[in-house]
């Protein structure tokens, strides 16, 4: 299944691309992470946990848009097409019994959130599963406090299923409960 790239104009008037990545991009991919994981309270990876390149590029190598891969990065146009400021995935279960439900996880850098782009990647990846043959329910996990996530979240139709106690870990100390969320897609 091709997954078409789209051009998306942010509040602030920024144009931006939206498009699949391919191995070409890894490192591109991986300054992203580098730069931003760490100013990220509410993602899980911190920067050092990150795979190394060679990982990242055979990972990029074996998405499989058929399956119901979608990785999908967020090109700033103003700053040249190779500079990555976001990105999308949707990853379907491995196993047969799994494969009608991909997980969702979402990123933008900070000085591009807020203006409407979280919103329009997410309803790009939603309508791209609404065609895929075999997806039928997008679930996906966010921090309690996490309010900007969970607000977009719950305004593009996910709801609430579960929350598990303290799952995660702050470097401060501190804990986060998991906030569990899905949506049909059909
Ligand atoms: C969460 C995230 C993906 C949202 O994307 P975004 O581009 O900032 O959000 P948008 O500007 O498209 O806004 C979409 C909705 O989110 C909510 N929202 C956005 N910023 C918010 C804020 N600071 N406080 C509360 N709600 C907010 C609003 O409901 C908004 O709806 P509106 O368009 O009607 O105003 C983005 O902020 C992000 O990448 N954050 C860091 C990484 C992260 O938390 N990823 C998700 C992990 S589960």
New binding site residues.
Partial sequence: MLVPPIELEARDGRRMRLRALTPSDAAAWRAHAVEWLGH?P??IMAPDELPDLAAQKRMLEQLDPARGDLLCGLFDLSAGAEQIV?DIWLTPGARRKTRHVATL????RPD?????????MLEHAIAWAQQHPEIERIH????RD????L??YR?TGFTEEAHRAQAYRQPDGSYQDEVLMSREVR
């Fill in positions: 990220m509410y993602i976001g996880a979402m990123s933008l591009v959130q807020g203006v409407g782009l979280g919103r329009a996906l996990s966010a921090m996490n309010h900007a996530a607000a977009l305004s």
